[in-house]
Structures are given as C-alpha cells and as structure tokens.
C-alpha cells in the first residue's frame, strides 16, 4: 500500500472517528436536556399538584363544621343553625342596610323568618349548603359574601361484641 494513501485512510478514518465522537456529544446533550425538561415539568406537574391540594384544603378551612349531636333516636337527623349578618354596618352615617340570602347550593331549606332578614335560621339535614348574603345601602352599593355550612351526620359505632361460651343449659 503507497504510504499517502494509508495516511489519507488514516486521516478519513479520524475524521470519522472525529465525526461520530461529535455526533455521540450532540445526542448526550440532547438526551441530558431531554431529561431536565420532563424533569421541570414533573416539577411544575407536582407544584400545580400542591397548590389544587392546598386550595381545596384553605376551601375546606373557611366551611363552617357542625355534627348533629347523637342522641340514640335514628330518627332525629337535623341540626338548627342561625345565620347571624346583624352585627353588618354602612360606615356611612346615616345609610340604611337591606339584608337578601339566597341559598346557592344544598338540601331545599326555609330560611326563617325570611330571606330579607339580618339574622336566619334553618333546620339542616347532613350536607353542605352555601348562601350568599348581599348586604346593601339605600344608595344602591352593596357588598356580598359566601358562606358555607356544612352539616355532617350523627356519629354512630358499630355494637360490641362480647361473647362467652360455656358448658351448661338455659332455661
């Protein structure tokens, strides 16, 4: 073989050599920032995760928690709530407030005395129900609010168990 040529072959083949170890490098990088971006999107994935949770938990923070007492009648499952707005003020002198509750979500109830009152009640059964309080001034402003209730049922365990057994006969 002429000594040029097998110079040329070498020279081809590093550049070969050079080419793929070139070639390697570009795919390592690509897979490498392959991998940092599904890795910042598991991230963010995991942080929209954490911030729906954290939602819905200062959701449920704000709802406003009672249990119908047990009482030993099955029968009995309501719990009476007040919904009290009277302590509600125009820092106006002299405006006077009106006083709407509409009931948003829930079991039907009868708000009483009437939905026009600064202070309601109801008798509810286990459930959530939301309101919406619209307090306004003769002027026409007004503000409103929404508050949630929920009701959760009597508690009630299971009976116990507590069994013998022995030699004998009963009468």
Not at 69 to 78: A, I, K, L, M, V
Not at 125 to 152: A, C, H, Q, R
Request: hydrophobic residues 30%; proline residues 5%.
């Amino acid at each position: 073989m002429n000594r040029g040529f097998a110079i040329f072959l070498i020279v081809i083949v590093g550049c070969g050599l050079f080419g793929w170890r070139e070639y390697e490098r570009q795919m390592r990088e690509k897979l490498y920032q392959n991998r940092v971006k599904v890795k910042m999107q598991q991230e963010q994935q995991k942080q929209d995760q954490i911030s729906e949770l954290e939602s819905i938990e200062q959701e449920e923070k704000t709802k406003f928690k009672v249990q119908i007492p047990h009482d030993g009648r099955p029968e009995t499952n309501t719990y009476p709530m007040i919904l009290d707005a009277t302590s509600s003020f125009d820092p106006d002198q002299g405006d006077r407030i009106r006083f709407s509750w509409k009931q948003l979500s829930g079991n039907k109830i009868r708000l009483r005395p009437n939905s026009s009152s600064g202070i309601v009640s109801f008798e509810g059964t286990p459930g959530e129900y939301t309101f919406e309080l619209t307090v306004s001034d003769n002027y026409g402003k007004s503000t409103v609010i929404t508050k949630t209730v929920k009701v959760e049922n009597e508690p009630n365990q299971a009976p116990i168990v507590d069994l013998e057994i022995r030699q004998g006969v009963t009468d």
